[in-house]
């Protein structure tokens, strides 16, 4: 299995990790992430998940499983000798984030967990809806999948990664271990992360919510970078 991975280098690197159906430079490079990193000196991993990007795309959901996407991640710190990253991830990044920090909590100093929350979407679409529409077109009564995928296959994404993705991530947990730090980051606007507010209080972690900002339009605010970068300070 193939894993693409790029570095920035600077001290105390930070490993970002982009969310279903997008890659490392749409999330992390186009909304200006890397260089806000970048220009605060820090070192920075942007990582294509397996499925995605430049990385190789099995087409089994046992392949998508969060643990899976998260030993991915060990293997390219593994690679670049890094033993211990804070980690900014988003959507279902933050999923795969949340699975890293259980699998390999040494690896994990502190946690930015944006636009996610305690329920996961795809356990809400039914398998079959999902494969009609990937096949071909079929819309069903839940809209949120056309949405989702409708970007995804006009954009040239693997059709049959994305179900297997979608099969392998659903139903995955965002518990993290109590010893590592997290800040919960959520665009007021966004109903997909609903519920962190609550979850980030019972865990007696940082919230911060973006006025107006939607699933989309939370990765470009000014004030989601500032608030990740002052939290790993």
Same mark, same amino acid.
């Given at each position: 299995?193939r894993?693409?991975?790029d570095?920035?280098?600077g001290e105390?690197?930070i490993?970002?990790?982009h969310g279903?159906?997008?890659t490392?430079q /749409? ?6 992430? %890397?260089?806000a990193? +970048?220009?605060?000196? #820090?070192g920075?991993i942007t990582?294509?998940l397996r499925g995605?990007?430049? =990385?190789?795309?099995?087409h089994r959901s046992?392949?998508y499983?969060? #643990? +899976?996407?998260a030993?991915d991640? %060990?293997? %390219?710190l593994d ?8 980690? /900014?991830?988003?959507s279902?990044? =933050? ?8 699998l390999?909590?040494? #690896? /994990? ?16 679409w039914h398998p079959?809806? %999902?494969?009609?529409?990937v096949?071909d ?5 839940d809209?949120?999948? @056309?949405?989702?995928?409708? /970007? ?26 109590a ?7 959520a665009?007021?606007?966004d109903?997909i992360?609903a ?6 209080r019972?865990?007696? =972690?940082d919230?911060h919510?973006? @006025?107006?900002r939607d699933?989309?339009n939370?990765?470009?605010a000014?004030?989601?970078?500032? @608030? ?6």
């Open positions: 299995m894993i693409a991975y570095v920035v280098p105390r690197p490993l970002l990790v279903f159906a997008s490392a /749409v999330t992390w490079l186009g909304t200006g992430w %890397v260089r990193l +970048q220009d605060a000196g #820090r920075v990582v294509d995605h990007g430049r =990385s190789d795309k099995p046992i392949d499983l969060p #643990r +899976q996407l030993a991640l %060990v293997l %390219v690679t670049l000798g890094l033993e211990q990253v804070d980690v /900014v991830a988003y279902m990044g =933050s999923r795969v984030a949340a699975a890293l920090a259980r390999a909590p040494a #690896r /994990v100093r502190r946690l930015v967990l944006g636009g996610a929350g305690p329920d996961e979407l795809f356990e809400t079959d809806a %999902v494969r009609r529409f096949t077109g079929t819309v069903s009564a809209p949120s999948i @056309a949405a989702v995928l409708g /970007v995804a296959i006009t954009a040239g994404a693997d059709r049959e990664a994305l179900v297997a993705c979608v099969g392998g991530v659903a139903g995955s947990s965002l518990d993290v271990p010893e590592i730090p997290v800040l919960y980051v665009g007021g606007a109903s992360p519920g962190v507010a609550e979850l980030a019972a865990r007696g =972690s919230y919510e973006l @006025a107006g699933h989309v939370t990765l470009t000014r004030e989601f970078k500032r @608030a990740a970068l002052h939290f790993l300070a």
